[in-house]
């Protein structure tokens, strides 16, 4: 970039950040709030404090950034809440994504760090979560939220609680009110909080780890949204054409309770038993690489089956109105040359959406791994090495941030016969 593109681009980003940081309510919080963006936003293998200020010369204060991130007072909500005003207004969200990334520790010092799954490892590890709300379009997406997952080896009211880790959670500056919560109840309270910005988004998207939940699936009807979540391929289900039955009643005893005559099956089954010839191709976006698609490049296509079902289970049982289980839309892609299908998806849209729009919801959540791995090779998401609380709240919001910054830098590029309308 010459020097004036660069000023240009510093231009934009003083003033991209004089929005989002009118939360602050110091001239200094403002002015490095801006400073920690640029050492985000800058070419550099590690952005955690030192290299980041190293790197910045002359506006490099470490302790001033160090104090910034770590103890200064700013609320991250306040800065989230003014990031999601400014990203819904580009992004114009079809859905909001909900997923979770780990944050691999060496130590055990660092808040709410503990031996547990991550998909970032793919195995247990010494690790910690963060779940994350996105606002996502087939153009588009914005991190916004965010939540520090809470081991229940970290709350003191749990059986599980490790005196260790609970005598740690002052230092960390844990709040006291803070315990462990389920990463789907995570999820649901961020629905909350961006409802109360007035950000409403009336469909969300998760992977499986969120979907098996039907707590999850029924806490997002009582917030009146619909869903597109993965599932696993044991999860069961009646058919959509089943139908409880009463026993004749002989007079004497509890009457009988109307129920289905056959046990409920895995959703591998019931799509098994329609048959491959029930699935079709279809297309839901042209990807990076050269191919035959409209723009030059590969189409992304497979082929899907979509059944009517009804999924089963205790909690679904007791929120049902009466007998009959509530009925849903199940998708599921079956590759051409499968010996069977391979991925699995449980929908409450309306019964007339067509296939092909079930299906380009389903993948949208694909756009969250992008996010993910922009902000954690580009960005430092993950390069945070404080230990507190608030330190890993201010750290991941100013990530998202700086990635949204690149989001919009991006979509202004983009040739005018791709970009958005």
């Not at 952005?47 to 190293?54: G, I, L, Q, T």
């Not at 200064?72 to 809440?81: G, I, Q």
């Not at 961020?190 to 780890?209: H, N, Q, Y």
């Not at 993910?372 to 090495?385: D, I, N, P, T």
Request: aromatic share 8%.
């Amino acid at each position: 970039m010459t020097p004036d593109e660069i000023a240009a681009v510093r231009g934009e980003l003083e003033d991209f950040a004089g929005e989002v940081f009118e939360p602050f309510g110091r001239n200094d919080q403002r002015l490095w709030g801006q400073v920690y963006l640029r050492g985000l936003l800058t070419d550099g293998k590690r952005k955690s404090v030192e290299p980041m200020a190293a790197r910045l010369g002359v506006d490099g204060n470490r302790q001033a950034l160090a104090n910034f991130i770590t103890t200064s007072p700013w609320d991250p909500a306040l800065v989230r809440a003014a990031l999601a005003w400014k990203m819904e207004a580009v992004v114009r969200s079809k859905a909001l994504v909900f997923d979770d990334t780990g944050f691999l520790k060496d130590g055990r010092a660092s808040a709410c760090v503990a031996r547990q799954y991550t998909g970032t490892a793919g195995k247990v590890t010494n690790c910690q979560v963060g779940v994350s709300l996105h606002l996502a379009s087939d153009h588009a997406s914005a991190a916004v939220d965010w939540r520090l997952f809470l081991p229940e080896s970290w709350d003191p009211a749990s059986p599980k609680a490790d005196p260790d880790k609970t005598g740690r959670r002052e230092r960390c500056g844990i709040p006291e009110d803070v315990g462990h919560m389920e990463k789907w109840q995570l999820a649901l309270d961020m629905v909350e909080e961006t409802r109360s910005w007035g950000i409403e988004v009336p469909l969300a998207i998760a992977d499986a780890g969120y979907g098996d939940c039907a707590a999850f699936r029924l806490g997002l009807r009582a917030h009146g949204m619909h869903y597109m979540v993965g599932i696993s391929a044991t999860m069961t289900a009646q058919p959509g054409d089943a139908v409880p039955v009463c026993e004749p009643y002989a007079g004497t005893g509890r009457p009988p309770v109307p129920k289905y005559p056959a046990p409920a099956q895995s959703v591998k089954q019931l799509v098994i038993a329609a048959g491959r010839k029930a699935a079709r191709p279809v297309q839901w976006r042209e990807g990076s690489r050269p191919g035959r698609g409209r723009t030059g490049h590969k189409r992304m296509y497979s082929r899907f089956v979509a059944l009517r079902i009804r999924p089963a289970g205790r909690e679904i049982r007791q929120a049902a109105d009466g007998p009959e289980l509530p009925e849903c839309r199940l998708l599921a892609e079956w590759p051409a040359g499968e010996p069977e299908p391979v991925q699995f998806w449980l929908s409450d849209l309306p019964t007339a959406t067509p296939q092909t729009t079930l299906v380009r919801l389903a993948k949208l959540r694909r756009r969250i791994e992008h996010d993910y791995r922009e902000m954690k090779q580009a960005l430092g998401l993950a390069h945070f090495e404080g230990r507190t609380w608030g330190g890993w709240h201010h750290h991941v919001t100013l990530v998202s941030v700086a990635h949204a910054f690149c989001t919009l830098q991006r979509l202004a590029q983009a040739p005018k016969d791709t970009a958005p309308a």
